[in-house]
């Protein structure tokens, strides 16, 4: 599966952003997709995930109640709406998706095979 980020940009605290991925050549509906997200000098780290089947949603603590994570199965596209954003969630966000996570490896980035190029968010005044 091929997965295309788009919707990062400046935007000011406190503002708005959504982000969409894409897939081709596989559907989402029956894998496990993610946002992870990477600022300079740091670790990659797990923003959402979502599982298809079921539309069951995982958050990283530091986005939880601001970052809304959706997919729409007729566009094969993945959402993650940002709300109330902060400078600290400056970073390249990436989308990923597989067909084969357990739930306890949601939050790892090791257990995802597909991945996006990454989309740029700056959170500055």
């Known amino acids: 599966v091929q997965l295309q980020a788009s919707g990062g940009g400046l935007v000011q605290p406190g503002g708005s952003l959504r982000l969409s991925c894409a897939a081709s050549?596989?559907?989402?509906?029956?894998?496990?997709s993610g946002w992870f997200r990477q600022a300079p000098g740091k670790e990659r780290e797990f923003v959402a995930a979502i599982r298809w089947s079921g539309g069951y949603t995982y958050y990283a603590d530091s986005v939880k109640g601001r970052f809304t994570i959706s997919g729409d199965n007729a566009k094969n596209t993945m959402y993650l709406q940002m709300n109330n954003l902060r400078p600290e969630d400056t970073a390249v966000y990436y989308c990923a998706a597989d067909p084969s996570i357990i739930l306890s490896s949601i939050r790892q980035s090791r257990a995802y095979g597909y991945w996006g190029q990454g989309t740029q968010v700056t959170v500055s005044s």
């Open positions: 050549g596989r559907t989402f509906s029956r894998q496990t």
